[in-house]
């Protein structure tokens, strides 16, 4: 059989009836180029969100910073710790005072002089000086060093010196190989309060260190050495100007200005009555209007006046006058009236340390409100001291020695 072929109309119309419409097919055909025009959407929308975030934090920050321009914020600077300094003073003076009776080596007030003084040996030991310290005492400064060696002697030869025209006490240690003490070379310390106006630490020469102390007015010292336990110290002990005790009124030192005090009316007085002078030693005397006498063993220029304290009690009016030397501590003394005056000298002194540079001093009793007694004149010449009470009327007195506390004692009663 013959096969029957298509006419060409026939396939023409065919051809046109299969071919496909690749319009309509789009969205079913291949689908990468959709897929990459989602992912470039994705990227372009991301970049925008960052462009965006990134303008935004500029914009924020300058508008910071433009009011931070405009309205300074004050910043609260940290202040740094100021490091406490520590003065030379602080370093070695203690600023408790203890009780006489506290102080180990307690001197007697007999050993207080105003003369050089030294203690300890010369030897090829070498000295370490460990430390400097001051303690103040009820009636004395005490400066102590302590010491080690490295042999058998305990302490160095050490010697102090006193100089009259500067009022200084320079104490120098032998054969001192180190010295650690607070007070560095060429360094002061200031002292307040005190008898002792200041310390210096010279620079060291050769083996030898050496102090200097100053002191505000003459006054009698002693060098010696104790021994705490381990510990071996040479000390100078400094009596203070004034005394204190049991709550007394204690009188500031008397100074060179006289304060003018009312004159009184001239009133006729007994004249006293002559009394012989005692041939052996007599150290007291009753109450009385009379000439009175101390007489000592004392010969030569030995004893010093350190200090004073006076108590006015309603029925007797008290002076004493702290006493120091070497040897017999006690002066020849006489007392008498002349008129309303009552007059005191007292011989055998090496110094007197009331009155000032120019030898006299006085005391106002009546700005302090002291009856009867006005004030007292003090001069010292010769080795002699004279002090001349001012009262308004005659009274009975005394002046006798009290041995205990090595004084020279007035008592006024009313």
């Not at 203690?119 to 070498?126: K, V, W």
């Not at 310290?133 to 400064?141: C, I, R």
């Not at 005190?194 to 102090?211: M, N, P």
């Not at 060179?256 to 009133?267: I, K, N, Q, R």
Request: proline share 5%; aromatic share 6%.
């Amino acid at each position: 059989m013959q096969e029957e072929r298509a006419t060409l109309t026939q396939r023409r119309a065919m051809t046109g009836s299969a071919k496909l419409d690749r319009s309509k097919l789009r969205g079913l055909g291949n689908p990468e180029p959709e897929e990459k025009g989602s992912a470039a959407k994705v990227v372009i929308g991301v970049l925008i969100i960052i462009v965006l975030a990134a303008g935004a934090w500029l914009a924020l920050d300058r508008f910071v910073l433009n009011n931070d321009a405009q309205e300074p914020v004050s910043q609260v600077t940290p202040t740094p710790t100021a490091v406490p300094t520590v003065s030379p003073t602080d370093k070695i003076l203690s600023r408790q005072i203890l009780a006489d009776t506290d102080a180990v080596g307690l001197q007697g007030d007999s050993k207080f002089i105003v003369a050089d003084q030294a203690i300890g040996e010369a030897s090829e030991d070498a000295f370490t000086i460990e430390s400097l310290a001051l303690q103040p005492y009820e009636t004395f400064m005490r400066v102590e060093w302590l010491l080690t060696s490295d042999g058998d002697n305990k302490i160095p030869e050490t010697v102090a010196v006193y100089d009259k025209e500067t009022t200084t006490i320079t104490v120098t240690f032998n054969n001192v190989l180190e010295d650690k003490s607070d007070l560095g070379y060429n360094e002061t310390a200031v002292i307040p309060a005190s008898i002792v106006d200041s310390i210096r630490h010279d620079a060291q020469t050769g083996t030898d260190e050496t102090y200097v102390v100053t002191l505000k007015d003459e006054s009698g010292f002693v060098l010696h050495s104790v021994t705490e336990g381990l510990d071996n110290k040479v000390v100078l002990d400094i009596k203070e100007k004034v005394e204190e005790e049991d709550d007394e009124d204690v009188d500031p030192t008397p100074t060179g200005s006289v304060t003018p005090t009312p004159s009184t009316a001239a009133t006729s007085t007994p004249a006293p009555t002559q009394a012989a002078k005692p041939t052996g030693v007599n150290l007291s005397n009753e109450f009385s209007k009379n000439i009175q006498y101390i007489t000592t063993n004392t010969v030569g220029n030995s004893v010093g006046i350190a200090g004073y304290l006076f108590k006015d009690e309603p029925a007797v009016f008290k002076y004493y006058l702290r006493l120091a030397g070497s040897g017999d501590p006690y002066p020849n003394t006489v007392a008498s009236y002349n008129g309303n005056k009552l007059t005191l000298e007292i011989s055998n002194l090496a110094y007197d340390a009331l009155p000032d540079g120019s030898g006299k001093g006085m005391t106002d009793f009546a700005s302090k409100g002291v009856r009867d007694i006005t004030k007292v004149d003090i001069t010292f010449a010769a080795n002699k001291s004279t002090y001349v009470f001012d009262l308004t009327r005659q009274l009975d007195y005394r002046i006798y020695i009290d041995e205990a506390n090595n004084r020279l004692n007035l008592e006024i009663k009313r």
